[in-house]
C-alpha cells in the first residue's frame, strides 16, 4: 500500500489522546449535506507522527445551522457526530497553511471528553 504523507514534519503535536478507532458504529446517521446555508469540503484526519501529522483518512465535513457535521472515514453522508460549535468547541487554530485543529469538549456520561481533531483541507478550500 503507498506510504501516508506525512505533512507539517516540524510541527509540534499536542499528547492528548486520539480516536484512532473510526469504525462506522451501527446505526450511523444519513444525511446529505443541503445546498443552502452550509460550508462544505472534503478533507483529510491526520494523527499525531513522530515526525509532525499524518494522513489518515479522507471524509466530508460541513457546517449548517451552528453544527459541525464529521462523516465517518470514507463517507460523504455517512455522519459520525455532529458538534455544537458554540457549546463543544473549545478552541480551533489555523496550523500549518491548510489544517485546521479542532479543540473538542464531548459529553461523556456526567463527564465529558476532551476530542482533538486534525483537518488538512485541499489548497484553496480553507
Same mark, same amino acid.
Given at each position: #500500500?503507498?506510504? &501516508?504523507? @506525512?505533512?507539517? /514534519? #516540524?510541527? /509540534? @503535536? /499536542?499528547?492528548?489522546?486520539?480516536?484512532?478507532?473510526? &469504525?462506522?458504529?451501527?446505526?450511523?446517521?444519513?444525511?446529505?449535506? #443541503?445546498?443552502?446555508?452550509?460550508?462544505?469540503?472534503?478533507?483529510?484526519? $491526520?494523527?499525531? &507522527?513522530?515526525? +509532525?501529522?499524518?494522513?489518515?483518512?479522507?471524509?466530508?465535513?460541513?457546517?449548517?445551522?451552528?453544527?459541525?457535521?464529521? $462523516?465517518?472515514?470514507? #463517507?460523504?453522508?455517512? @455522519?459520525?457526530?455532529?458538534?455544537?460549535? $458554540?457549546?463543544?468547541?473549545?478552541?480551533?487554530?489555523? @496550523?500549518? +497553511?491548510?489544517?485546521?485543529?479542532?479543540?473538542?469538549?464531548?459529553? &461523556? +456520561?456526567?463527564?465529558?471528553?476532551?476530542?482533538?481533531?486534525?483537518?488538512?483541507?485541499?489548497?484553496?478550500?480553507?
Amino acid at each position: #500500500s503507498p506510504k &501516508a504523507k @506525512v505533512i507539517a /514534519p #516540524s510541527l /509540534p @503535536v /499536542p499528547e492528548a489522546g486520539f480516536d484512532l478507532d473510526e &469504525a462506522p458504529k451501527p446505526g450511523a446517521r444519513e444525511r446529505a449535506p #443541503s445546498n443552502t446555508g452550509s460550508m462544505r469540503a472534503v478533507v483529510f484526519r $491526520c494523527t499525531s &507522527a513522530t515526525s +509532525g501529522l499524518r494522513r489518515h483518512d479522507r471524509r466530508q465535513i460541513w457546517i449548517a445551522e451552528g453544527r459541525l457535521h464529521i $462523516c465517518h472515514k470514507g #463517507s460523504m453522508t455517512a @455522519v459520525k457526530s455532529i458538534v455544537d460549535l $458554540c457549546r463543544e468547541v473549545d478552541e480551533s487554530q489555523l @496550523v500549518h +497553511g491548510n489544517v485546521i485543529t479542532l479543540f473538542m469538549r464531548r459529553p &461523556a +456520561g456526567q463527564t465529558s471528553e476532551v476530542k482533538i481533531y486534525f483537518f488538512e483541507f485541499m489548497d484553496d478550500e480553507i
